[in-house]
């Protein structure tokens, strides 16, 4: 606004009540009435419906279940409420919305539905093995003893499951040993050489970790066992597992691989080293935590197969921790032969075995998840640390080679291709 | 590349493209040639397993000859064996958990990639995750123990009510008889079958799950944009962008269910006949077989047994074929993981 306004143009503002032509930002209350439209949310009808559908199913099916029928059981009072529900549910929103809009809601029901059925079983899984197999694991004779001193009569007090969890580290130890190497390698293979060759190859593993666990198992039999005169003993079973996680270690190692950024490949190309120094120094330090994700994947699934070991490792109820000679027993192997007593303790024992073994794989999964929550390149703080120490070493090495050769370097900070810097942009 | 190369006009017409050739060095001659044959080594181990199972399996089946596969016994001591029974069996089991763990695991992949809150998709993901590796013993103990005992009423509707379906007839139940027992539905193929739904949904859902977040998120938009609901979305872009994937997960699922052992084991009750009655107590699957006679002393036996497990090897590398192969070719493939 000048200050040379007219007299005329004062009195016009002051007298005539003009509508204002355009809106001028209001500056002392910014975004007053500028809130972000909320597109989805919740309505009051939706709610509504949802509220009396239920309400009308429940008491629908109530009254079928008290009054009218001849109806029993809990679990067919939830699915015949749950049918009511769905038919309940979309009668009402027919009322306020057009079809599309009502076939969008009852397959949301449906898709939450099935949601909850499948995890909530899982779910419940898991507990009631902890509620069959938590009588045993009070007992802590359970960890300490073997099953050599426990017939079938004898209480809780007696007897545990030393020798299978022994048992099962050797096994899963030896079977890692193998499968560790030779899985890492084979993910190199893939995802380093491409071609032809490697595809079929990578067929090949998909079919591999289809391939039944028993067949595994029979294999080991007919070649180690038949042919080669070993004993069932917990080798032959450390084979047969390693045949189940080789595919896995496989798989899990070319998926990783490929989440590497190319740029830094790239770089270890560009500086001139060749594809095995590449793959020592950068890929494999890069992928570090995927690669330990792949391997604990395969000793997650590794640990808990039946049906190799129960054909190549044999039953015992004792320690055993020679591999070679010997029977060997294995948690699994043992909860499946304990539920088979008719006993209750026995069979209390047979799941407190399963338990454990439960307990053992989700605590392997933990660790995945700890150690493999992160992207490659994505450093800890300690890592982060040293890698800064080694920095500062090379900085100092290179300044004095600077030295000796009379200036030939220029003594500046040394950037060089770390992945910190990666992970710091992400 | 090369054709970037600015030429002169006279070399235009002899122009071809110019060959790169890497010159490895002695390190990387040599870790190609150890990473060739670690890729190498899967085949042979693979090439193994099916050449010895043939040839321990050769002596039972050139004894049996073609009727291995129509002969329903299971007496190789005696000379009558075959797998017709046990096939049937495993087939039917497998049928029985594939339609049942295909519907859950397309809810749950569906719930997860399109309806979870996003703080909980992580967490989600993870436990399904975590389901694909629950030992098998730990789903037989619950099918044995709990859900065996659970299902019996369900099973004595559908018989009841659907029995004048053929799969459906079970022998020697009295129809809405409130006192007639109720062990002819116990250990039945329906009951397995559920419980090793229950162990390859998680599998099938991964792969599906996999997909289905790969969805074009452009396609997605485009959608809402012309006015779709999100099952609208859902069912025109997500669902035909996942199909492979949804056909694949399914037929790795199905793979995985024909050789599961331990919980079939542990719930059904063996029979040596084709038993095409899925609610009846009684079936049997090549695993089972397997897993239960594997003990046997005689080598005859022994190599009877190795002919189940050969069929069983045919069988799963058959599927898993046609699963890899359907998943690489949809548009969603070549990314799946399990």
């Known amino acids: 606004m000048t200050l040379l306004e007219t007299e005329t143009e004062r009195e016009a503002r002051t007298t005539t009540v003009t509508p204002p032509r355009t809106t001028v930002p209001d500056r002392r209350r910014p975004h007053a009435h500028q809130s972000p439209r909320p597109l989805g949310g919740v309505r009051n009808t939706d709610v509504f419906a949802l509220i009396g559908g239920l309400a009308a199913s429940l008491a629908t099916t109530g009254l079928l279940w008290i009054q009218l029928g001849p109806f029993t059981g809990v679990l067919g009072y939830i699915v015949v409420s749950w049918v009511l529900f769905v038919v309940t549910y979309a009668l009402l929103v027919s009322f306020d919305e057009d079809r599309p809009a009502m076939v969008d809601r009852v397959s949301t029901v449906v898709v939450h539905s099935i949601a909850v059925v499948l995890l909530g079983t899982l779910l419940f899984i898991l507990l009631y093995t902890l509620y069959r197999g938590f009588g045993a694991l009070t007992h802590l004779n359970f960890f300490t003893q073997d099953m050599r001193n426990a017939g079938p009569l004898d209480p809780l007090t007696v007897g545990g499951i030393r020798h299978a969890i022994i048992g099962t580290l050797i096994e899963l130890g030896l079977a890692l040993a193998i499968s560790v190497p030779l899985g890492l390698l084979g993910g190199v293979f893939l995802h380093e050489i491409p071609g032809r060759f490697s595809r079929f190859v990578r067929t090949v593993v998909e079919a591999m970790t289809a391939l039944p666990d028993l067949l595994a198992g029979l294999f080991i039999f007919a070649t180690v066992i038949l042919i080669f005169g070993l004993d069932k003993s917990g080798l032959a079973a450390a084979l047969a597992l390693s045949v189940t996680m080789l595919p896995i270690i496989i798989r899990a190692t070319d998926v990783v691989l490929r989440l590497v950024p190319g740029s830094l490949t790239e770089a270890s190309y560009a500086l001139g080293s060749g594809q095995w120094r590449t793959i020592w120094h950068v890929t494999l330090p890069t992928a570090r935590s995927g690669l330990a994700t792949a391997v604990i994947l395969g000793a997650a699934r590794g640990v808990g197969e039946t049906s190799p070991v129960l054909i190549t490792a044999g039953a015992t109820a004792q320690v055993n921790t020679d591999p070679v000679h010997g029977p060997m027993m294995s948690l699994p192997l043992l909860a499946y032969t304990l539920v088979q007593n008719p006993m209750p303790d026995m069979k209390a024992r047979g799941f407190g075995t399963a338990l454990t073994l439960m307990v053992l794989v989700v605590l392997l999964f933990a660790i995945t998840r700890l150690i493999g929550g992160r992207a490659p390149g994505d450093l800890t703080a300690g890592q982060r640390r040293r890698r800064a120490a080694a920095s500062r070493r090379d900085l100092k090495r290179f300044a004095g080679r600077s030295r000796l050769t009379a200036g030939a370097y220029p003594a500046s900070p040394a950037s060089f291709p770390s992945s910190t810097s990666h992970g710091e942009t992400q | ?338």
């Not at chain 2, 018989?159 to 006192?179: M, Q």
């Open chain 2, 1 to 338: 590349m090369t054709s970037a190369v600015a030429t002169r006009p006279e070399d235009q017409a002899t122009q071809k493209p110019r060959r790169l050739k890497t010159n490895l060095g002695f390190s990387d001659r040599v870790f190609r040639g150890v990473a060739r044959s670690g890729g190498a080594l899967v085949l042979v181990i693979m090439a193994l397993v099916g050449a010895f199972l043939a040839y321990r399996a050769l002596l039972a089946l050139r004894k049996a000859g073609p009727s291995f596969l129509t002969t329903q016994e299971w007496n190789p001591d005696s000379g009558a064996f075959g797998i017709a029974a046990v096939i049937v069996g495993t087939i039917l089991i497998a049928l029985v958990a594939i339609v049942v763990a295909t519907v859950l695991a397309v809810g749950v992949a569906l719930y997860i990639s399109e309806f979870a809150p996003r703080w909980l998709r992580g967490f989600l993901i993870a436990s399904v995750d975590l389901m694909a590796a629950v030992p098998s013993v730990v789903f037989g103990l619950w099918g044995a123990f709990f859900l065996q005992w659970e299902v019996l009423g369900l099973s004595r509707w559908i018989s009841d009510w659907f029995g004048w379906i053929p799969i459906f007839r079970v022998h020697g139940a009295t129809r809405h008889d409130p006192l007639a027992t109720e062990t002819v539905y116990t250990s039945s193929t329906f009951i397995a079958g559920l419980v090793v739904a229950l162990m390859v949904a998680p599998i099938a859902c991964s792969v599906m799950r996999e997909a289905f977040s790969q969805a074009p998120p452009g396609e997605r938009e485009g959608a809402y944009a012309l006015g779709a609901t999100r099952w609208g979305m859902i069912g025109s872009v997500v669902l035909p962008f996942g199909k492979g994937a949804i056909i694949g997960g399914t037929m790795l699922g199905l793979g995985r269910a024909l050789g599961e052992t331990i919980a079939v084991v542990m719930i059904i009750s063996p029979v040596f006949v084709i038993q095409p009655r899925i609610l009846e107590n009684g079936t049997s699957s090549v695993s089972s077989l397997i897993a239960t006679h594997y003990g046997e002393s005689s080598p005859f036996a022994l190599s009877a047994l190795f002919a189940a497990g050969l069929a069983l090897f045919v069988m799963t590398l058959i599927v898993n074929f046609i699963a890899a192969s359907i998943v690489a070719r949809s548009r969603s493939g070549a990314v799946s993981e399990v």
